[in-house]
């Protein structure tokens, strides 16, 4: 092989990452052949204490990398030898690097995923926390950025806790669908010795094996998938991140960051900049980009292995890398974070913020909603021309638009009121917020108990292994 080719295809500075999960894979893989009498005891013995012995390198860092070979599986099945001498190669028996590499991907993956739920969990956390600390800030609710209707703090950091909840379910769901074993697939089409692959997918913490051999090593809906659930949440992370980076601006003025997560100017003294929000929002671009490198390298690609395959790795990495890291730090952000509710009130106390509350009082009135409307929007001309909010307007200016209007009316459009009365399930009231924030609490710790069962799980998976 040429060095320019050798260079080319190598995917060792990717793959080196999954070296622990090869060594484990290798472990599974010859303690089935001792079962099933494949390999000789002895054999296996030594293969065990030599893999021993070079996950130890590599756990304190002083695994030596041949560059020479292409990648992290033929570098460990290389240095085995090395050491224990020729049975060391005779730990591929029954598989191939297909296989090898699509369990090794599976557990590296598994483990990502599950992460980036726990994560999740830590910034659902830090949302909730405000949430409960605000059921009365009242705030403008926007649409198409302009002030819509009054809503609380909890409400809107609520959204955003559905929508993270929604993200972690996702990353558990892609995890279900991926905890299936391939190894003893081989290159395409299974093998003739007689191995016991159920045995291997238990050892590794595997549901079960998977069910056909050439789907196994072609098969990247996993990563397809878990592209999607780092895509999806890093989009809602940049949608915060925007508001974020809105709010704390001096025109908003409804937060202050901490300045540990703040930056300054180079020139201006004055500044204090939203740089993590801003590069959380900037990372997003990748990670959407990852997306599309998966669903573009996939596509068309015959049965079964296909060396554009190889490619597959360095985007979700960096996807799952990218989304756990940015989850961990604007939990952080968000926990320490100031939020103005005296200016919340005050922004949303001008204009006419309370204008669909007037016609809908008007509907009790007997008025039809279209009509409400209509003489709502009279006067919101008027509060518009004369700059006094409705809710201020005297009870006999009001009555010009509708001799409906009676004295009750402002138990209908003062700020707060508009908000604590939209008692529907999942409304803005304080009432509907406690139970969607009971409805959160409840679903974050059922996650968190299937994120530490399945890790236990996969713990101890590992420390048998090493027994």
Request: hydrophobic fraction near 40%.
């Amino acid at each position: 092989m040429d060095d320019s080719t050798l260079d080319f295809t190598s995917s060792l500075d990717v793959d080196s990452k999954m070296a622990f999960y090869d060594v484990m894979g290798s472990l599974a893989h010859v303690r089935m052949l001792k079962k099933c009498d494949i390999l000789p005891p002895e054999d296996v013995d030594r293969i065990i204490e030599g893999l021993k012995a070079i996950l130890k390198e590599i756990e304190e860092g002083t695994f030596e990398l041949d560059y020479k070979l292409e990648d992290i599986h033929t570098n460990i099945e290389f240095s085995l030898t090395e050491r224990i001498g020729p049975a060391g190669g005779k730990l591929h028996t029954g598989r191939s690097r297909n296989d090898q590499v699509a369990v090794d991907f599976r557990m590296y993956l598994r483990d990502r995923a599950l992460k980036a739920a726990s994560a999740l969990g830590g910034i659902i956390t830090s949302l909730l926390d405000v949430a409960e600390k605000n059921p009365d800030t009242i705030m403008p609710g926007f649409t198409h950025m302009q002030h819509a209707q009054p809503v609380t703090l909890a409400q809107h950091m609520l959204a955003y806790v559905f929508k993270f909840s929604r993200d972690a379910d996702r990353f558990l769901d892609a995890f279900e669908r991926m905890d299936k074993c391939p190894l003893g697939s081989a290159a395409l089409a299974g093998t003739t010795y007689p191995i016991d692959r159920f045995m291997t997918a238990e050892l590794l913490g595997f549901r079960e094996p998977t069910e056909n051999s050439m789907d196994s090593v072609s098969d990247r809906d996993f990563v397809n998938e878990l592209s999607f659930c780092a895509a999806q949440t890093q989009i809602h992370l940049s949608s915060l991140c925007e508001e974020l980076v809105l709010w704390s601006s001096q025109e908003f003025g409804f937060v202050e960051m901490d300045d540990k997560y703040t930056t300054g100017s180079s020139i201006m003294p004055q500044k204090k900049n939203p740089d993590i929000a801003e590069l959380v929002r900037g990372k997003t671009g990748g990670v959407v980009g990852s997306l599309m490198t998966m669903l573009v390298m996939t596509k068309g690609l015959p049965l079964t292995y296909n060396r554009d395959l190889q490619e597959d790795k360095k985007p979700v990495m960096d996807s799952m890398d990218t989304v756990i890291y940015c989850l961990q730090i604007m939990a952080k952000v968000i926990s320490t974070t100031t939020f103005r509710k005296d200016r919340m009130m005050e922004v949303t106390s001008r204009g006419q913020i309370n204008a669909t509350d007037l016609a809908d009082y008007l509907v009790t009135k007997g008025i039809p909603f279209r009509e409400a409307h209509a003489i709502v929007g009279a006067a919101v001309r008027e509060s518009i021309e004369s700059g006094v909010n409705l809710e201020d307007m005297p009870l006999d200016k009001l009555r010009t638009f509708s001799d409906r209007i009676e004295k009750d009316v402002y138990d209908f459009i003062t700020v707060r009121r508009c908000a604590e009365r939209r008692e529907s399930y999942g409304g803005t009231a304080p009432s509907s917020t406690d139970v969607q924030i009971s409805k959160a609490i409840e679903q974050l710790m059922k996650r968190e108990e299937i994120v530490r069962q399945e890790t236990q799980l996969i713990e101890n998976c590992w420390k048998n292994l090493l027994e």
